[in-house]
């Protein structure tokens, strides 16, 4: 995979890691196959583990989903064992995702790759203005790592059309994206406290500490 050379640094980018009749079959299952959740917007479904957003971690009550055959040849092979979660998603013309990271305590690597219409994914440095957009096209697969996994968000905007650097606008069309990630072995300790939930959650512990010994100190001298 070699490395996009922009800002956010840790973009790695492999063209053509499916041919287009392979992604045409899987686009044909994904239509016809699957048994979608019954909603609108962006659908989601889990393979592998699934995740629990309450405890951050994976859900002990959801059993363990074995990858379907038409999954297996697109896992990727270059983190040493599978991924432990794999989602795929379906994303309506019109759809997007709101800027987020990937829970930096739950999962370490983290790869996606893009089929049907391409797509703006906008990065962002934190709350700051600077951000970039990278065109996800079918067939690609990205992995974030670094800066552009821990310390920038991403997101799809919700909307029909994307506006290109060249200034065309291209009309939104369906678009399927597999997520795979890794669990993380050990706490991240990259210390963001604006974007990592281990550094808020250590960060929110000891303020509660602090508050405790405070209030304890204070009851002392009270009585
Ligand atoms: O659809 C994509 O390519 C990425 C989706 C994403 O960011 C996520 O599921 O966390
Ligand atoms: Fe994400």
């Known amino acids: 995979m070699k490395e996009l050379a922009i800002e956010p640094r840790g973009i790695l980018w492999e063209e053509n890691f499916i041919s287009p009749e392979h992604e045409q079959q899987l686009i044909s299952i994904f239509r016809h196959e699957l048994d979608w959740p019954d909603r ?36 990727p092979t270059t ?79 919700k909307r029909k059309t994307d506006t290109l650097a060249d200034g065309s606008v291209r009309l939104r069309e369906d678009r399927w994206s597999i997520t795979y990630r890794w669990l993380r072995e050990g706490e991240c300790e990259c210390g963001n406290v604006e974007l990592c939930d281990v550094a808020q959650r250590r960060n929110g512990v000891e303020k509660e500490k602090r508050s405790l010994k405070e209030l304890t100190e204070k009851d002392a001298l009270e009585e």
């Open 40 to 75: 609108t917007g962006r659908q989601s479904l889990h393979y592998g583990y699934t995740f629990d957003y309450k405890t951050f971690g994976i859900d002990p009550e959801i059993p363990y989903k074995e990858f379907p055959d038409w999954l297996k040849p697109l896992i």
């Open 79 to 157: 983190e040493g064992r599978p991924p432990e979660q794999v989602c795929l998603q379906y994303y309506p013309p019109g759809s997007g995702i709101p800027p987020h990271v990937d829970a930096h305590m739950a999962y370490d690597q983290l790869y996606a790759l893009s089929m049907g219409a391409p797509v703006l994914m906008q990065f962002r440095k934190g709350k700051t203005e600077e951000r970039v957009d990278v065109d996800l096209t079918p067939r690609t697969m990205m992995q974030m790592k670094g800066d552009a996994r821990l310390h920038w968000t991403h997101g799809i905007k």
